[in-house]
RNA sequence: GGGGCGGUAGCUCAGUUUGGUAGAGCGCGGGACUCCAAAUCCCGUGGUCGGGGGUUCAAAUCCUCCUCGCCCCGCCA
């Protein structure tokens, strides 16, 4: 193995198939770091739990769903640690002993669960604990680098806390996670609010090109562009965001067009479709391949769960010996 | 363990007092208008009323048992 920058831990909750948002907000960064860095990711389906709790049967498809369009953007099991977070038990372990030195009044100030709390919803402990999960994961690989978007960095701040907390009270484990802080292209969806499921107003990778053409001529436009030769205002525009992305060689002269009413939208958007289109393709060809190969993919994760699980272990035993736990000899297992 | 409140459309809820054809808003689908989209207007889709049993000509509504959720109190660790 190459001499890399330094170890990187990322994830991603399992929401099925992905779609342009997770593409630009995280996957593309993923694949482009795998030579430099000795990467880990994540398929988070713990995390995915906080929410999913009620209905956890939909899981399994989602993350098969979700690995499969990984590998079908670049990700390489050869050169990265593919893994499901539930596959590597030692996180939980790591979770709880955390939970002991996490103030709860940290864990109060969680955006997320604050918003739970105003929309009058019960929180459970797994929500509030949801920050000390997310430091577990980065910690127990030892991560020192970990990819995030700027509004990702109080998240972070979170698990340097705690590592530094940790380091303090029972020695030197952790190395303190440094952000690798990234621009990532504002992805919208069809009703101009940031791509995302929960909205509904996304375009997955998997959608076939009719799809995506279809989904493209429902994007949400500039109001104020009622004709075809109306000026409009491409800065308002998702879909104009988008050409930018996907259209990097003509996006100039669009939005020029779009501002002095030469282009109208139904072009616009029919231009948008076949750049998307033509992105896509070649993921789509490879997707289709994953999906003729399931056991393969089945194969991946369980070669990354163990590849990643021989680090977990390592550093659980350097969490007990600095902690002076009770370590009775673990590697006994039950006869079968 | 005790008590209070609640479960009605995909979502938020009204309707229960006084039994009489299950509603609204939002969402969703379609249409009109627009180069699309949005907005607006029109039309439509919407339901084991948490479950069982009972009273009654008739039960979302009254009685009863059960179940699930939230809150408060008590007890134990």
Redesign the pocket.
Known sequence: MPQRKGRILSGLRPTGKIHLGNLEGALRQWVSLQDEYECFYEVADWHALTTAWEDPSALEQDIRDAVTDWLSVGLDPDKSVIFVQSSVPEHSELHLLLSMIVPVSWLELNPTYKDWLQEGK?PHYGLLGYPVLQAADILIYRADTVPVGKDQLPHLEMTREIARRFNRLYGNVFPEPQALLSEFPYVPGMDGRKMSKSYHNHIQLADPPQTVQQKV???????H????T?P?RPEICPVFALHKIYNGTEAQGIGEDCRIGKL????C?ERLAGKLNEALEPIRERRARWEQRPSEVDEILAVGAAKARQEAVKTMEQVRAAMKLWSPALERTPEA
């Open positions: 019960a001529s429902q994007f949400f436009t500039d109001p562009k009622l004709r075809r109306d409009g109208g939208c139904v072009a958007k």
